[in-house]
Each structure stands twice: as C-alpha cells, then as structure tokens.
C-alpha cells in the first residue's frame, strides 16, 4: 500500500496553523462538503478529514454502566477485583459508576452537544449471560435495546465492543477464564446472541478491546482483573486463546449478523516510532512492528506466529493446532487501534533483529497519568504501518485520550488546556496520516466523560465531561468546546 506524502511547504503550513490554533481555509477539492459540517464540526477537526470521516466517543460498559446487581446481571472478574482489598488504588470500585444505566439519556444528549456521529460502547457479558454460558438472560439485552433506540433518535452511530474486561465471574470459577480454551468458545456463543439480537441496528462489532492489556496485566503482573500473575507459559497460553477467541467471535458474527454486518479488532498495537524519518529507521519500526505485535495483530492478520516470537517462547510456546490459526486469522472488515503514546523509539541497527529501541530519557515528559507519555507523531505511524504491514483497507482509532487533574475553578470551570494541548497535537498527525491516503475512517476519543479508571478507580480523569462521582453531576470541562472554528486545521488541496 502507498501513501502520498505532503510537500515539507505543506505539512509545515498544517503543523505551523495548528500550533498557533488558527484556521486555514481551502478554496480547493479537498475542504469538506458544507452540508456534513454541521454534524462533526463540534468534535474534530473534520473540514481536513475526508468526507464521511466519523469522529465519536467511546466508553466501556464496567466504567461507566453502574447497576451491578439490576436486570438480572451476573457478578463480573472485575466486580470481584474491586472489592479486593489493595487492588484499586484510592479503594472504589465501580458499583454505580457514572450510573450510566439509569442517566443513558441524558448521556446521549451530552454526546449530541459534542457534535458527534457516532459512539463506542461494549457490552456487559455478565448481563447478558449471568453465568458466561447456558441459558441467556431474558433481561439481559433491555438495557442495550433502549440505547441504541436513543441513539438512533439523535443521530448518533453505534458502534459495540464485545468484550471489554468485564468476563463473567462463573467463567473464572468454572474454567479459570482465559487460560481455558473453553472461555474462547464460550465467547463465540456470547457473540452469537448479541450480534442475533443487536445486527438490526448496529452495524460495526469490535471483538475484544485490548488483548494485550488483559492478558499482561491481568494474567501477568497481576495489575488488572482477575489478578493472576502467571508462568510465562501460561501467559503465552491465554495470550493464544484470547486470540482464538477473537476469531471465533469473528466467525460468529459472519453467521449471525444481518448482512452487512462488519467486524474486527480493537487493538492497543505496541507502537513503534521512526526516531528520526530515515528510510532506514522508517523500515526498521515497521519490522519492529510486527515481530512486537507478533502474539496479537501479526497472528490475526496472517495466520502465523513469527519465527522470532517462537524462537524467544521456546518451550514456553503456547499450544495450538493449524485449525486454530485459520480461526484466528478470520478475515476482518477493519482493524481498530487504540492509541495514546509511543511505545518504543526505533533506529536502525546491523543485529540479529534489523532495529533497535532508543531508551526513554528520565527528562522525557508525561501527561496527568505517568505511564502517559505524549507523542502525537504515534498517530500518524501507528495506523500508517498497519495499512502498509498488513495491507489493511479500513481502520478506526478507537481510543484517544489523556489524563488530567481536572480540578474546577472558583466559578466550577474545568480549563483542560493540557487535554486540548495533547488532542490538537495528535490530530494534527492523524490529519497527515489521512492526507497521505491512511486508511483511517473515524476517531473515537476517550473518553465522553470521566469514569472508572480500572486500577486506578477515580483518580485519572479522561472524561470530555468532568463527574462528580458523588452527585453524578456531569460538567463540560473546555475541550468539551473543541474545536471551534478558530482550531480546524486544514491545509490547501494544490
């Protein structure tokens, strides 16, 4: 896949209008048509995104849902982490949330404020099957019916996460979760239902948010639901059927879904930035790419794990049949991509692997959230590289965002300049990467508004709207303004 590259006069102009936040207009082909503006203006550079460019907000259902024990659901892996003492940092836990269940509507008029067309939301498996399989629960789906008939009545786009983190407490009982295969197939059948009853009105399904999150974090150090701190063989092994799950949840929604139905991953892909543009370093971050995500979207996408990712597994290598890697490798409709920080730095280097990662300084900066380091050059590589690795024809940024302290003023304003600071910057990047012919169809910024930060309970806000976990008052903070006009950044189609 090529990509055509601005003129450095060009790139230098979006970047130059960006930075002092005011707006280039264009008099040629590439503005956007005046009669889409209106309902994505609000949100989103979009007069310099392609026509039909999507900009929305995403949220998972633990975070923000609420209503633990209403409708019939089941307890998840994550209600029992929270309520174990020592595992949330300031001792919440997400039993009300932002008691989204119950201020759904509310919340939709809050997106619609934004500008936005569509939004991101998972599903809670444990409503929908209390006990992971078996018989599904007749209430389980209400909840979601009634969101997506309110959405439907704004305008706004659906777009569902299958699976975000919120794994039935009975499947970690029964199987042991994800070390078990069985999870895996138990996940298809879940996707069956939903897809079954929901395909009529949505029609883009993510499988699974972050694979390598709940595998690492969850099955690895112990930081995330269910807490496990595993052999590295194990680890591998949920690694594995994590992902077999995402292909069975894939040929799932083929068979079940109303035609027209689309699916694919949400990824939180390592990324791997060029230190500087070279041709070399440029190469080098793309084979970087693919042997670091060689567990997650390197097998998905080509049906093989690499040589270099067996070779450092040795006898840890998870086990797997042939069938098992055509099922992980179902063909996708896109590929989402959560993206928030550059992972590695990458040069080229004469080794055994064809690059090198330049250590992080300790004067390199972070945002509110220390393990948030901005480097808004990551989204303009990150999709560039899958597109061009993998020849991938649509893909969706499904999570953006930052941290911040968020504190309101004596007059109860919220001045996130730091929150627009980082957004202006990394959609200046995204704006290059479409320019150039990325295939990159929408945004989703995270996060509408502040929720539950899993480890970190309530501490990190990411929210456009700031709650007040007390009241459940919601409050737009200033980047819930952006951008005016005074921010579009658009640059001349000659």
Known sequence: MSFKRPSRRQFAGITGWSALGISALSAGPGRADPAKEDRSASLGPSSSFPNGFLWGTATSAYQIEGAVNEGGRGPSIWDQFAH??????????????????????????????????????????????????GTPNAKGLDFYDRLLDELS????????????????QALQDRFGGWTSRDT??????????????????????????????LVHLGHGNGADAPGLKLSQSGLNQVRHNVALGHGLAVQAVRAHGRAGTRVGPAENAVSCIPAIETPANIRAAEIATREL???????????????????RAGNDAPKYTAEDLRIISSPVDFVGLNVYTPDHYVVAAENERGFALAPFPASFPHMNAAWLRPGPEAMYWVPRHVAKLWNV???????NG??????????????DVDRIMYLRNYWTHLQRATSEGVPVLGY?????????EWSDGFEQRFGLYRVDFDTKRRTPKLSASLPSDSYIIVFSAS
Not at 153 to 168: C, K, Q, R, V
């Open 84 to 133: 174990t003492r020592g595992t949330i940092s300031d001792h919440s836990n997400a039993d009300t949330a932002t008691d989204h269940y119950h201020l759904y509507k509310q919340d939709i008029q809050l997106m619609k404020a934004l500008g936005t067309t569509a939004y991101r939301f998972s599903i809670a498996w444990p409503r929908v099957f209390p006990e992971g399989v």
């Open 153 to 168: 009545a704004n305008g706004i786009e659906p777009f569902a996460t299958l699976y975000h983190w919120d794994l039935p």
């Open 184 to 213: 895996s197939k138990a996940f298809a059948d879940y996707a069956a239902h939903v897809v079954q009853r929901l395909s009529d009105r949505v029609r883009h399904f993510f499988t699974i948010n972050e694979c390598s999150r």
């Open 293 to 311: 995500n060689a567990g997650y979207l390197t097998v998905m996408l080509e049906g093989k794990y690499t040589d270099a990712f067996l070779a």
């Open 393 to 399: 024809r649509s893909i969706y940024i499904t999570e």
């Open 402 to 415: 930052t941290s911040g302290t968020d504190q309101p003023v004596a007059d109860g304003s919220v001045y």
């Open 444 to 452: 989703f910024l995270w996060s509408l508004m502040d929720n539950f």
